[in-house]
């Protein structure tokens, strides 16, 4: 059973910097790509950042040179790095991994439970 598990949210002035993390566990083969995603009060889940296995990297133009997406692939963890933070970027903040399980499964997405990030003007 694969499992992704999201940390690091919280409340933050604007311009301010938070860090999420995401620590995917279980029985995994390999992964292909691993994203944050957000969804604010309303609105649907979109496309923040992303990053292949080879590390090429994917960006929504609104956070481009303010958000970093990272990972440590000998932990299976993905991060994103948030400056310069507006209020606007208030939202559940979701992680995902396109992966592989053992014994030649296909190709999934799995979600982490979502962590909320705030940014107050």
């Known amino acids: 059973q694969v499992q992704l598990v999201e940390s690091g949210g919280g409340l933050v002035q604007a311009g301010g910097s938070l860090r999420l993390s995401c620590a995917v566990s279980g029985s995994i083969s390999s992964i292909n790509t691993m994203g944050w995603y957000r969804q604010a009060l309303g609105k649907q889940r979109d496309l923040v950042a992303a990053i292949t296995s080879g590390g090429s990297t994917n960006y929504v133009d609104s956070v481009k040179g303010r958000f970093t997406i990272s990972k440590d692939n000998a932990k299976n963890t993905v991060y994103l790095q948030m400056n310069s933070l507006k209020p606007e970027n208030t939202a559940v903040y979701y992680c995902?991994?396109?992966?592989?399980?053992?014994?030649?499964?296909?190709?999934?997405?799995?979600w982490g439970q979502g962590t909320q990030v705030t940014v107050s003007s």
């Open positions: 995902e991994a396109y992966l592989r399980t053992p014994w030649n499964s296909p190709l999934r997405d799995y």
